[in-house]
């Protein structure tokens, strides 16, 4: 079983850029689909993107999620910051081949990192 861990956040100002990352242990992150979520109390976890097995990198608008299989790592590069964006950010893993969106496809969660960016 994977043990995962994120790190990186902290307080920005908006248009800042950051980068977290989510460093795995247990088990090579190479044999796992990785995404990252974020949440803010009261809402909906949302699904922020993924890098599958195969994948070098995945872009989303203002982030880029990429891995390091060497490092054992997984960044997400958050660029142009908005006050929206503030939200606990979770890296999770799952063994599927075909994932979506939904949290239930991802089976192993770290315990989050926080992300404040004020206006």
């Known amino acids: 079983q994977v043990q995962l861990v994120e790190s990186g956040g902290t307080l920005v100002q908006a248009g800042d850029s950051l980068r977290l990352s989510c460093t795995a242990s247990?088990?090579?992150?190479?044999?796992?689909?990785i995404s990252w979520f974020r949440h803010v109390p009261g809402k909906e976890r949302e699904f922020v993107g993924a890098?599958?097995?195969s994948d070098t990198n995945t872009v989303k608008g203002r982030f880029t999620i990429s891995r390091d299989n060497a490092k054992n790592t997984v960044y997400l590069q958050m660029n142009s910051l908005e006050p929206e964006d503030t939200a606990v950010y979770y890296c999770a893993a799952t063994t599927l081949v075909f994932f979506g969106s939904n949290p239930s496809d991802w089976y192993y969660w770290g315990q989050g990192t926080q992300v404040t960016v004020s206006s």
């Open positions: 247990g088990r090579p992150l190479s044999v796992y689909g």
């Open positions: 890098v599958g097995r």
